[in-house]
């Protein structure tokens, strides 16, 4: 009879991840990277978050959104811009948010990247798509995005059709302005349309970041990380 493959699980006697676990994050990154590849967690102020599987309207947001921060960057030379990257917060935070911004560290960032290419600290921007995960989103990691430095949160609530703006930097909540554009503070230029992004319109989705991109303050933002690169 031939062998059976072993299959891609841990074995029964091997630590696991579970919701609710309280632990350090030393503790969680390594029994995580134990677990199967598919299988996704987060630690949020010392408690472990397992993630549900995701649905359309999370993905059909998710997509946009990156879209329009990977645009800034290409416009933006000095920022990075990703999506489910491990995030070291702390010595109790290791989130996986659905996108990020952040200055690169050579530019004068406020986040670094470890030798084994995690990110070390907080990004200066987070975005989070809120559809199961919503009171973790607007609570429990907004406390803990707002301990550990992310000066902007913005949370799409997929259920409301509503784009949540903190200035965490401040602790209060933002409002866009009477057009319903979002003109994110710490990017300039980064201006967001809720409306369209809620009703899938690319070009007005494009056009408003497009707008954001020729205004002063992104061609002084631009400047600014240009002057404070480090030489490599």
Known sequence: MAAVSPLPFPPSDAPELHNGDHMSREEFHRIYSLMPPNFRAELIGGIVYVASPLKLPHGTLHMPLGALLYTYQGYTPGVQSGDNATIMLGDDGEPQPDLFLRIRPE???????????????????????????????????????TRHGVCEYL???????????????????????????????????????????????????????????????????????????KPT
């Open 107 to 145: 530019c004068g960032g406020q986040s670094t990247t470890s030798p084994d290419n995690y990110i070390l600290g907080a990004p200066e921007l987070i975005v989070e798509i809120a559809a199961s995960s919503r009171a973790i989103d607007l609570h429990r990691k907004r406390d803990d995005y």
């Open 155 to 229: 949370v799409a609530t997929v259920r409301e059709g509503e784009l949540r703006w903190f200035d965490l930097s401040a602790g209060r909540e933002l409002a866009p302005e009477a057009d319903g554009i979002y003109r994110l503070r710490v990017f300039p230029g980064l201006w967001v349309h809720a409306e369209g992004l809620f009703a899938d319109n690319y070009h007005q989705l494009m056009e408003t970041l497009s707008q954001g991109l020729a205004t002063p303050e992104h061609a002084a933002f631009v400047q600014r990380l240009a002057a404070a690169r």
